[in-house]
């Protein structure tokens, strides 16, 4: 670990965006708008939406600041790498951005699913928000990919997150892929997401203690 070429800064800086993704990607979808849900009734999701409007409305905001702090964590990411690889630094980052535009964009549906007093309109666009979802995942699976290389390039962050990065990118394409080609199967791949949660909350706290761990090697 000695001779870190990463600003304490930067990496603080990118712990704690990482770890506002995580608290409002997790919040917006599993506490705030999943239990008002329900894929196989439009009646149903329709009413639950209705009579707790503002939840629903919270969690389009929780997904607001998560594609804001997604893109920050993006940029953040680019210089704390940028040392490895400028090339793959910089493919990390475009996809990355072009992950959290798509997500960002697709916060419009769940918009419009308000905006309509239809039933069917309603849960029509919110199945379309989780496709616009998947479809920027398969960005961001690419994003994993590059990220896993230069982690196990750099020589100053743990291989075993390289590997976990990586893997949570097989994971987020493969359900994506299943999204859009087979969406019956689609269901299957969803306790593999557990992985990616693991591996990507180990990324955050590594980038919230390299400061500290910068610290000693400067002292070293």
Known sequence: MNGL???????RFAGVCYLVIILCGVGSEVALRGPLIDFESAEWT?????ADIMRFRLSIMADVVMALADAALAVMLFFVFQPVSAGLSLGALVFRLLQSGLIAAGLLNLQAAIVFDDAELTLSFIELHAHGYDLGLIFFAVNCFLTAVLILRSGF????????VGLSGVVYLTGSVLRFVAPDLHGFITPAYVLPLIAEAAFCLWLLILPAQARRAALD
């Open 157 to 164: 962050a743990p291989r075993l997150l390289g590997f976990g």
């Open 5 to 11: 070429p990463i600003s304490s800064q930067q990496a």
């Open 46 to 50: 329709a009413q639950a939406i209705s």
